[in-house]
């Protein structure tokens, strides 16, 4: 009696364990030395406005990021990014107190530049809609009209995100909201 192999069956289940045995990409709530470490070096190879087109900083902005209309998801690692970046153009680097200071953060930041009508921003996840722990409205100094714009910076608890699933981003107004989709497991 001769067996006979089933190879697209064998495939399948040979794919299907690969893509579950993975290392996940979403976003990384205890980073190793390693990433960490490659976080600040991009920062540092990607001075000022640059880092917005490098590697996974680009897939944690939405919108018109960093101008009028758009935003940012600031992770941990990309926080680090972002900083050690904005740090070299001023001709600095980030400090370990900076670094330690973002790694021990428990929440989500989202970054975003709108106009004097934004009233709040929230997040949704299926159902599930997530108010912010905080929101504020730093001043940045810039008054150039063209590219004037508020900036608000809003907080979410990481223990009530899915961190490896699609979000709505709701930037609600005076008159109506502006509804962003991002990927949380496409950034880190």
């Known amino acids: 009696m001769k067996t006979k192999v089933c190879y697209p069956g064998f495939l399948l289940v040979f794919i299907m364990c690969v893509n579950f045995t993975n290392v996940s990409y979403c976003i990384e709530l205890n980073p190793t030395k ?3 470490e490659d976080a600040i070096k991009l920062g540092e190879s990607n001075p000022g406005k640059k880092i917005f087109e490098a590697g ?3 897939q944690a902005i939405f919108g018109n990021w960093p101008n009028y209309g758009g935003g940012m998801v600031k992770t941990k690692l990309v926080d680090l990014a972002v900083m050690s970046a904005m ?3 001023a001709r600095k680097t980030l400090s370990e107190e900076e670094a330690l200071n973002v790694m021990e953060s428990n ?3 989202i970054s975003y530049r709108g106009g004097d009508d934004v009233f709040r921003i929230k997040l949704r996840q299926g159902e599930v809609l997530i108010e912010p722990a905080s929101m504020k409205r ?3 100094g810039g008054k150039d009209p063209k590219e004037h714009a508020v900036f608000f910076m809003v907080s979410f608890p990481y223990s009530k995100l899915d961190l490896d699933a699609k979000a709505t981003i709701m930037v609600i ?3 109506g909201e502006e509804k962003y989709e991002v990927d949380f497991s496409r950034i880190k």
């Open 56 to 58: 996974f900083v680009k």
């Open 34 to 36: 390693e990433q960490i």
């Open 173 to 175: 107004k005076d008159f």
């Open 107 to 109: 929440e989500l930041t």
């Open 87 to 89: 740090k070299r153009i």
């Open 138 to 140: 730093p001043e940045m």
